[in-house]
């Protein structure tokens, strides 16, 4: 499966962005699917992931309640609504698939998309 991650830019303190997740291939809808950042200098870390049918999401604590997941398998598309962002919230994002739900651990998708970047000025 392929994935491309889009709907970057930058954005001010308290606004909303919403990523998206577009995938290829007859499976994606077989498949879990996280979402990470990056950081300039950090290690990439996990935001939350969904469950192959959209039914559960997990969630970092830093985004709890900000950032939600959701899915639509018919379309093939993932998507991470960002709201109330900040300036830690600045990073490339990626989305991932595979793995075990919820898949905190990066390693554990083998499937990754080139990443979109966030930018939160203050």
């Known amino acids: 499966v392929q994935l491309q991650a889009s709907g970057g830019g930058l954005v001010q303190t308290g606004d909303s962005l919403r990523l998206s997740c577009a995938a290829s291939?007859?499976?994606?809808?077989?498949?879990?699917v996280g979402w990470f950042r990056q950081a300039p200098g950090k290690e990439r870390e996990f935001v939350g992931s969904?469950?192959?049918?959209?039914?559960?999401?997990y969630y970092a604590d830093s985004v709890k309640g900000r950032f939600t997941i959701s899915r639509d398998n018919a379309k093939n598309t993932v998507n991470l609504q960002m709201n109330s962002l900040n300036p830690e919230d600045t990073a490339v994002y990626y989305c991932?698939?595979?793995?075990?739900?919820?898949?905190?651990?990066?390693?554990?998708?083998?499937?990754w998309g080139q990443g979109t970047l966030v930018t939160v000025s203050s």
């Open positions: 291939g007859r499976t994606f809808s077989s498949y879990n």
């Open positions: 969904v469950i192959w049918s959209g039914r559960n999401t």
């Open positions: 991932a698939a595979g793995g075990d739900y919820p898949s905190t651990r990066r390693h554990e998708y083998p499937y």
